[in-house]
């Protein structure tokens, strides 16, 4: 029997989510892949109260060891990490352009393709009675038949409500889906137990990816396309839930980076940034909703002020790099048609 000392619960994180949020899984996966000690909590009616004042009440959420608040954001969350444990399975690569890649394409997960994962969760029947029962399980435990069923039908009538703000209607359904499937052939065509976008080991993109996917998996419609299209990266997406035994080198600066990669950052290019850049237009001239037309047709949504920050943010982000590394990200944006967004 090993006498190591265990972590108590003063030293170890605790981290409140629940299984149906991709940002949920992908801090939590972080936190798996990262050796960060942890209690694994699902936020339901029990202990909602210890939560009501964090704000914004959004998940995950994360109390550090020995404090007694709780924070969110699961990108500032993981950096903050990175700061907290630096060199203990960083998930950021070394190369600091190869970290700006990595950075933008976590943001585009995080901030297109969940657009995807809300859209077939709430667009068809059967995903919305199959998630809207998932969630209110987890959620309410101590509920059972007609209520837990009325909890589900509350759930899922205030999400359905949210699709317009979020951009999920019928008209943008094609611009969506058209991305979703681009993305999931791209992964299909590179991703496996020990292969990832920028080398052998997962960083701040996969995951960001990965959350998405996660839940993704799960629910019926996209669990079936994932199966048909891309039944690597579902596998991928299974080990990467916890991949705390992966170890793995990142790629050399200037080493050439995988097709996949390049091909999603292309993806970025053809479809995040012209909506980042079309969202800030319209904040800017006091609009309520922005518009613009992809390949597949025009899209349209509700203004997002937060969405400007993520696009300062990576302007900001490339502006701070400098010398060869600089040189050589700007090379890569240029090929696949992000520079101009970002560079202004």
Known sequence: MSTAAQPTAEDRYRLLGTLGSPYSMKLRAIMRYRHLPHDWVLRTARNRAETAD??????PMLRYPGESRYRVDSTPLAYDLEARHPGQ??????????????????????????????????????DIDYAAHWIADDSFPDTRGPERDAMAKQFAERQ??????????????????????????????????????FGSRPGLGDFGLFGQLKTMATDPTPMAIMRAEAMKTESWV?????????????????????AATLGLLALTGDYYLPF???????VEAGEATLSLAYAQGPYSQGTF???VKCLQDLRRRLAALSGEAAARTRAILQQTGCLDALAQ
């Open 54 to 59: 964090v704000k914004p009440n959004l998940l």
């Open 89 to 126: 399975r960083s998930i950021i690569p070394e190369d600091p352009g190869l970290a700006f890649l990595c950075h933008l394409l976590e943001d585009m997960a995080d901030e297109w393709l969940t657009k995807a994962m809300f859209h077939y969760r709430w667009f068809h029947a059967a």
């Open 160 to 197: 359905i409500g949210r699709m317009p703000i979020v951009g999920c209607t019928p008209e943008n359904a094609p611009v969506i889906e058209a991305s979703f499937h681009r993305i999931l052939a791209l992964l299909e065509s590179r991703v496996s137990v020990h292969d990832f976008l």
């Open 238 to 258: 299974r080990q990467l839930d916890d991949a705390s035994g992966i170890e793995g080198e990142w790629l050399a600066p200037g080493e050439e980076l995988p």
């Open 276 to 282: 980042l850049l079309a969202n800030a237009a319209a």
């Open 305 to 307: 002020r937060y969405q």
